[in-house]
Structure formats: C-alpha cells, structure tokens
C-alpha cells in the first residue's frame, strides 16, 4: 500500500517546500490580524483612559470605601463544663468582633488613604476645635488625616491666600476640607467663597464640605439631621462641581 500514489514522482525538495507556505499562511491568516487588533486596542484604551479623570470626589469616596476595613469578626468556642450524670452539653459557638489594634496617634494619621488635606476652621469654632479629635473624625469619614489648619473669619479669608498656602513646601495637604455647620442655611458669601476657590485652583483640587450639627456641651462634633444635609447639597449642586464633596463628619 502506496499511501502517495498520486504524486509518487515528486522529489523530497518538492515535499518539503509546503512548510514555509504553511506558516506564512498562519502567520498572514491567524497571527498577524490578532496582533494588529491588539495594537489598535491598546492604543485606543490608553487615549480613552487618558481623558478619563480619577480624581473626582465620587472617586475618592470609593477608594475610601474600599479600602478602610469596617469590622472583622472571628468564631470563639465556648466549652460548657460536662457533669458525669448530667446530659452532654454542646459546645456553644459565638461570633464576636475581633478587637481592633489600637495605634498611636502619629502612626494613624500616616495610614490616611487619600493623604492629607488642609482644614479650614470658621472662626466662631476655632475656640472649641480639637484638632487631635477631628483627625481621627477624618481619617474615618473621608480618608484623610488632617495636616495644617488654617483660621477663616466670619467672611471668609481671601481664597488666594489658602490656595497660596497649598503650594508652600512645608505644607502638609493636597486637598480642602471646611468645616461647617450644617444647621445654619447656606449663605450666599459661602457659595461665592467656594465658586471662587475653585476658579484660582486646579479644577481637580478636592474640596470636602465637612458638615456637623448643632455643637453640645462637650464636643462640635456632633450628627447631622437628614433635612440639613439635603438642603446642603441641594444648594451647592448648583455650582455644578464635581470634585466638592458635601458630607457629613460624623455618620448617623
């Protein structure tokens, strides 16, 4: 059984000349539109990406979010004495918290997610701020650990000269955070002062709008009602800027 009747006079040479074409024709068929395709993606990927900005405060939220762990919990077996003429008594199994290490202040305020910012404190506050509390406030609100905290009036300071500030080297901050009372309606001088910071600043500056309620006899930290915060962001959503946050500092 000859199984190469048909071209039984062909010579090796001839044979073997198939290869090459063979793996030309994989290579022009299969390889080489797969590589170009891959090019052309890459390439339109990257100019895609490149328009994209991540910088924006729902961005930042969400980095926050993902990255700060909550609550770790961890089973604990609770072994009943067994009597000798009693019945056999299960094992009860209890799910409790695990308890969280407890850091120093200066280590903690290294292990902010976004970094730090730069808290401006309205004057009517600046008496009653505790800036160790309030660190640790916005490194669990917002991810930021505080670095210089600057003293506004009650008009408002010149928005050049916080912005100037931002820029000195031994400044410790890459983002804004006001400090305000959200039980006080929005006034028209804020809004401006925040229209105005955003004009001489990066457009992708982040502005946190640190919201707390009415201060009590021990601390201005305090929750803030549901209808404060809606008419907050109600009012600034007419600047139409999407890297202010308006949050509260502390969660109900």
Known sequence: MILKDDFYHLTSSDLVSWWPFLCLAVCCYCLLPRILLFVAGTVGRNRALAGVSFHRAEHKQLLHR??????????????????????????????????EEVKPLEEAA????????????PDELYADYDEKKFGLLSKQAFGYTTGTSL??????????????????????????LILQEAWQPPIQEMLTFLRD?????DEELHIILALIGKPVADTIFTPVTATDLQIWKQKTAILADPCLQVSPLIEI
């Open 197 to 201: 910071l955003r004009k001489k600043s």
């Open 110 to 121: 290294a292990d902010g997610v976004n970094g730090r910012v730069v808290v401006l404190v």
């Open 66 to 99: 993902l990255l700060t762990p909550r609550l770790e919990t961890k089973p604990v077996i609770k072994e009943a004495p067994i009597h000798p003429e009693g019945p056999v008594v299960v094992p009860v199994v209890e799910t409790v918290p695990e308890a």
């Open 151 to 176: 003293r506004i009036d009650d008009e408002y300071s010149d928005a050049k000269m916080i912005l100037d500030h931002l820029q000195e080297p031994d400044c410790c901050g890459s983002a804004l």
